[in-house]
Nanobody, 126 residues
Framework: QVQLVESGGGSVQAGGSLRLSCVVS????????MGWFRQAPGKEREFVSAINWNGERTMYADSVKGRFTVSRDNAKNTVYLQMNSLRPEDTAVYYC???????????????????WGQGTQVTVSS
């Protein structure tokens, strides 16, 4: 059974930083791209960032480019999202997800991600 467990969320003031982690078990972590998504109250889930299977390629939403950094440690089955210069509009539940296609290119649509974590709350106050 594949499980994704996020951690690292919390409450910070605008301008602060958080680092989210997502540990994956139950499937060969190093073969699959990983994505981060978020969902704010009353809004649809949106793409934040993604990283390919070996960490050599990354993708970001325009709204977080230059502030967020995605990385992965395949030895620890963990993907990270370093979030700097946080803004109130970054407030959301953040989810990590694993692409279901081994060694595939990274994408920003939810359709290709077949396993999801339970989410971790990030709250940024002004």
């Amino acid at each position: 059974q594949v499980q994704l467990v996020e951690s690292g969320g919390g409450s910070v003031q605008a301008g602060g930083s958080l680092r989210l982690s997502c540990v994956v078990s139950g499937r060969t972590f190093s073969s699959y791209a990983m994505g981060w998504f978020r969902q704010a109250p009353g809004k649809e889930r949106e793409f934040v960032s993604a990283i390919n299977w070996n960490g050599e390629r990354t993708m970001y939403a325009d709204s977080v480019k230059g502030r967020f950094t995605v990385s992965r440690d395949n030895a620890k089955n963990t993907v990270y999202l370093q979030m700097n210069s946080l803004r109130p509009e970054d407030t959301a539940v953040y989810y990590c997800a694993q692409d279901g296609r081994p060694y595939a290119g990274i994408v920003r649509t939810t359709h290709e991600y077949d396993y999801w974590g339970q989410g971790t709350q990030v709250t940024v106050s002004s």
